[in-house]
T-cell receptor
């Protein structure tokens, strides 16, 4: 059974600082996603990572994937208040989009 | 191309009543996934359907819950005899092959 763990669960950061969210998973998968969720809202897709060594960047967020270590990271650079949200990683089954989600990381950016 | 449409957005039911949640996938999408999100938790897979077929219902509670995706019309998640513990956000996602798109969710409150 695929298990996905994220850490930390809660993260308070000051504006302008850098930090990293970690996503570990237990078995192989061919796609890893990062999502953002604002309170009371749906999920916004941020990144999809397909292969070992994949790195994607959008603005202040950068995601990477190490399939050998079964680890993905979401790095936040020079955080701003607008990035406050809950971030989830999720892994897909081979051949379909049944997703197993991590526990989520609630990120709060403090001015 | 409209996104994944879920209705109602909010639903209040008394204990023992039935709840029906609807999901219209994106145009052309033939795969539908239902997820449940309990307060302060990640999303948990419930069921995966294609038109007129249940492909994977491994996440569905054994009793009171059912899902369908008829040839015509939206996918329906039905919860009979709701209990307080059913209070959650229910999200639907649709895909054509890979990459799922999420609806806005239905927030069910059982009183």
């Amino acid at each position: 059974e695929l298990k996905v763990e994220q850490n930390p669960l809660f993260l308070s950061m000051q504006e302008g600082k850098n930090y990293t969210i970690y996503c570990n998973y237990s078995t192989t998968s061919d796609r890893l996603y990062w999502y953002r969720q604002d309170p009371g809202k749906s999920l916004e897709s941020l990144f999809v990572l397909l292969s070992n060594g994949a790195v994607k960047q959008e603005g202040r967020l950068m995601a990477s994937l190490d399939t050998k270590a079964r680890l993905s990271t979401l790095h936040i650079t020079a955080a701003v208040h607008d990035l406050s949200a809950t971030y989830f990683c999720a892994l897909a089954n081979f051949g379909n989009e049944k997703l197993t989600f991590g526990t989520g990381t609630r990120l709060t950016i403090i001015p | 191309n409209a996104g994944v449409m879920q209705n109602p957005r909010h639903l209040v039911r008394r204990r023992g009543q039935e709840a029906r949640l609807r999901c219209s996938p994106m145009k052309g999408h033939s795969h539908v996934y239902w997820y449940r999100q309990l307060p302060e938790e990640g999303l948990k897979f419930m069921v995966y359907l294609q038109k007129e077929n249940i492909i994977d219902e491994s996440g569905m509670p054994k009793e009171r819950f059912s899902a369908e995706f008829p040839k015509e019309g939206p996918s329906i998640l039905r919860i009979q005899q709701v209990v307080r513990g059913d209070s959650a956000a229910y999200f639907c996602a649709s895909s054509l092959r890979l990459e799922a798109f999420f609806g806005q969710g239905t927030r069910l409150t059982v009183v």
